[in-house]
């Protein structure tokens, strides 16, 4: 995809935010999770996976299951497991390292000041105080010739560990960070901390116009592959017997450390949070990897993403979805 094309498609609302929930469609106690999902207009895909049972697998419309499909902002969440790992290796100090301190070079001369001590935490969380890059912010960012720069030099709209900004160019000067502080590109770490152990293909996706790979949004999984991290995240970083992401790791990106001002969702590192239990990764359009460690259950779902989904509509009946038909089947 070329940046003209691709702002096009940013400034019709790629990155749009999330509004108040309505109210739920009516769910019968009797719905199964194929007649719920059949009732989707736009679910292009689903699986379903409880314990090692599969309850549901299908592609419902558009590619099959092993094709990669673009997971918009579920990318955001991957960074987030990719900044677990290098946390375990000591390729950063830990969350609390300061931005200056972790890749000095990505900060430009003129950036914003205070933009040194924004830590790691504050990035993968979005509560790096700078105003957002997303929304009606896109658009712009993705034009510019540099978009980390460009996210630095956003004014300060609030504080550095303060209330959630939602962001994506946060998650790009993070997934930027790590790409120095590892001496490899978030490609090159995708695939060899997240696809080569889970054995699933991660295609290459957009760079900026610094070459660095965007860091939260963009990134093509197939529904198969999205299963499997989700099943990772359910076992705690565990997958087929071995240790793929830290369970430290994940523990503490499950533990709540904002909430959304749009979905009212808590919000931990990189994964929204669920009152019912859920872990989720979010993306536009519908995209949605999640996990119910509790209810061992993993669940992979991908939509048409050109069509916005908000909180107040299609997302919000999908997470209706997840508490309804989809629990109430391992519910007994």
Known sequence: ?????????????????????????????????????????????????????????????????????????????????????????????????RLAAVAPTIIPSDATPGVEDITLEDLVTMRA??????????????????????????????????????????????????????GEDLLTLARARLGAPLDIEIPPWTRDPKGFYLGGNEMALSPQAMLKIAILMRDGGGFEGEQIIPKSWVDASTQARTRSPWSGMDYGYGWFLTETGFIVARGYGGQIIAANPSRKLAVALTSDPDRPARSAGYFGELMRFLDGPILQAVRG
Not at 130 to 138: I, K
Not at 155 to 173: A, C, E, K, L, Q
Request: aromatic share 6%; with cysteine; glycine share 10%.
């Open 129 to 182: 105080g700078l105003a957002a890059t997303s929304g009606p912010e896109y658009g712009a960012w993705i034009s510019s010739d540099d978009w980390i720069g460009y996210a630095l030099r956003r004014p300060m709209d609030g504080r550095p560990g303060g209330r959630m900004i939602y962001s994506t160019g946060s998650t790009h000067v993070l997934g930027a960070a790590l790409t120095v502080a590892t």
């Open 1 to 97: 995809m070329n940046r003209r094309n691709f702002s096009m498609i940013a400034a019709a609302g790629l990155a749009a935010p999330f509004l108040v929930l309505r109210a739920p469609p009516a769910w019968t106690q009797e719905q199964s999770i194929e007649e719920a999902a059949r009732s989707f207009d736009r679910l292009r895909s689903l699986i379903v996976q409880h314990g090692e049972e599969v309850l549901f697998s299908e592609a419902l419309s558009g590619p099959p299951l092993d094709r990669p499909a673009n997971i918009k902002s579920c990318s955001k969440s991957i960074v987030s497991l990719l900044l677990g790992t290098a946390i375990d290796r000591g390729e950063t100090p830990g969350v609390d390292a």
